[in-house]
């Protein structure tokens, strides 16, 4: 018996560790040690009712000598041949009662025997399932242990990366100063420049005056020599010889002023074209030098904004996705459920992300008809954090929306409905966002574009329909504009939506087989001429980052 008051003791410490968060192979464990337990109690009962058929074998050998003994002993009387009948007779009911527990006790061994089997083929599974779980933990931690050596590895190479762009942004530096140093020296060389120029132009005038003079030195010369010839042909004083001799002398030394006036000149106007022969070599090594350097500018900036690209792209691949957009930016390239990080969420959430047109999108609602139906019917709270499976019908949860839709990155929105006819039409909108709880989960949407095939019933032009600046009402949180009614409840049979004034869609509310009724999960003017709810059997809400690309259909 103390086997069988342990069991209560046992299923309570397995259920325990069942209960653990993020430990599903205690549950296994668990599992295993209670079949462990069962297949022990059945081996106790098969022995004690091996034993119970060896003390029956016992009684029915001692029954058989009694009855042996008997009948040797009254074949010896006549009168007792009638009482040694019905002592045969109740032995042989006895007998046959034996035979009958001992066919129910062979058929019970053999259900033990199999029940044996099976826990013990279970076991064997669940031990298969332990051993294959480990494989798969060490795996995951070797991918992890990978993921952070490539991270760090990619780390080191984009802080070399702003090492060398650090480096040809101090060369560039170092290049202006040299550039602005050169200017500066031919600024101060044109200032030279000019200065002589100045001095020559008056030197010029004055070799010009000088010239003039000398030429009128020439013609009084070419008097006075005449006039002394004169005198001296004449002899007729020798006053006025020496007098023109005089003259003379006068005149030939300034001559020789003047020749070396012009000398002089000549020599600073050699000087000059010296100087501006130079100031064009510096010219031009300064015009070589900006042109290089702007070259280099160039370079260093086509090489900044590569190595930015490539930090950039590095990011992408080693940060975690924060959407599908980035999941396929990680090589992703078929729809599926895969793990995304929002900016709240440090343990990642599972999502559907779809592929469409190219372009991964990210599922928050799904609707399918499926075997067991996800119900719609909750809370606020269940809204918030997100319920259902992504494999099938779900919801995302607001905080996670909140999260994707408030971080920077402009998001669309489109829709993909399908009718009870197997009709499937679409619809893009190119603004989507949503507040935090706060705010009441406030939607903000917009920009119905003109290639949608879906009627637009999120935004249309009707006040009570137009759901833009919404708050989320849930069947115990109402924030909808219909004064006294809960629109989640009248409308949307308990599913949580912006319902504004109730509006025109019930994305939320259960599946159903009819159209022009509220109650089930339907859209309003499905088709532009049919202004009555068209009943749904399949509804996709997704988002991906804004683009123009990705609004063509």
């Known amino acids: 018996m103390a086997p069988l008051l342990l069991v209560p003791l046992l299923l309570v410490m397995v259920g325990s560790l069942a209960t653990l968060p993020h430990q599903q192979k205690f549950d296994v464990e668990g599992s295993i040690i209670l079949n462990q337990i069962s297949i022990h109690q059945i081996q106790e009962e098969q022995r004690g009712f091996n034993e119970g058929i060896k003390s029956l074998l016992k009684q029915i050998e001692t029954l058989t000598n009694v009855v042996s003994t008997k009948l040797t002993l009254d074949d010896r009387s006549i009168q007792a041949g009638e009482h040694k009948n019905n002592i045969t007779q109740h032995l042989m009911r006895e007998v046959e009662d034996l035979k009958q527990k001992l066919l129910r006790r062979d058929e019970t061994l053999a259900e033990k025997d199999e029940t044996i089997q099976q826990q013990q083929n279970r076991i064997q599974q669940q031990q298969e399932t332990v051993t294959e779980r480990d494989q798969s933990m060490q795996e995951l931690q070797n991918r992890i242990q990978q993921q952070q050596e490539m991270v760090t590895e990619r780390d080191q190479s984009i802080q070399e990366l702003q090492n060398r762009i650090q480096q040809q942004q101090e060369t560039v530096i170092e290049r202006d100063q040299t550039i602005q140093e050169l200017q500066n020296r031919i600024q101060q060389q044109q200032k030279t420049f000019q200065e002589k120029e100045e001095i020559l132009r008056l030197t010029k005038e004055e070799k010009r005056v000088l010239e003039e003079e000398l030429l009128e030195v020439h013609e009084d010369k070419s008097q006075v020599e005449a006039a002394a010839a004169a005198a001296a042909a004449a002899a007729t004083s020798a006053a ?30 050699e000087e000059v074209s010296i100087i501006k022969s130079q100031q064009q070599v510096n010219i031009t090594l300064l015009e070589n030098i900006t ?32 959407d599908c957009s980035d999941v396929q930016h990680k090589g992703a390239t078929q729809s599926g459920v895969y793990q ?31 075997i067991t139906q996800v119900s719609f019917s909750k809370g606020w709270e269940d809204y918030k954090t997100g319920f259902g499976d992504p494999h099938g019908e779900y919801w995302l949860g607001n905080n996670n929306l909140h999260a994707l839709t408030s971080g920077g990155r402009r998001y669309q929105l489109k829709v993909i409905a399908t009718n009870l006819r197997g009709e499937q039409l679409s619809a893009v909108w190119e603004t989507f966002s949503v507040a935090d709880e706060a705010n009441e989960y406030r939607v903000i949407m917009g920009g119905y574009t003109s290639t949608s095939t879906l009627n637009d019933a999120l935004t249309s032009e009707h006040d009570w329909a137009n759901l833009n600046g919404s708050s989320f009402t849930t069947v115990d949180s109402d924030h909808d504009t219909w004064s006294g009614v809960n629109c989640a409840q009248h409308l949307g049979s308990g599913g949580g939506w912006w319902y504004n004034d109730c509006g025109w869609v019930s994305p939320t509310s259960p599946l159903g087989n009819t159209d022009y009724d509220p109650r089930v999960m339907s859209w309003g003017y499905f088709f532009p001429d049919d202004r009555l709810f068209m009943g749904l059997s399949q509804l996709l809400m997704m988002i991906t980052p804004y683009t123009t690309a990705t609004t063509q259909h």
């Not at 300034?254 to 106007?269: D, M």
């Not at 086509?302 to 792209?313: E, F, I, Y």
């Not at 959430?349 to 928050?364: A, I, L, P, R």
Request: hydrophobic share 40%.
């Open 240 to 269: 006025a010889a020496a007098a023109a001799a005089a003259q003379l002398l006068k005149v030939e030394e300034s001559h020789v002023s003047c020749e070396s006036q012009v000398k002089n000149l000549t020599q600073n106007n």
């Open 340 to 370: 995304i990080f929002p900016q709240s969420s440090a343990g990642g959430v599972s999502v559907f992300c779809k592929m469409q047109e190219e372009n991964m999108w990210t599922v928050f609602l799904a609707r399918y008809r499926q």
């Open 291 to 322: 042109q290089h350097t702007q070259e280099l500018r160039n370079k260093l900036l086509r090489q900044l904004s590569d190595c930015q690209h490539n930090v950039t792209d590095i990011k992408k691949i080693s940060l975690p996705a924060r």
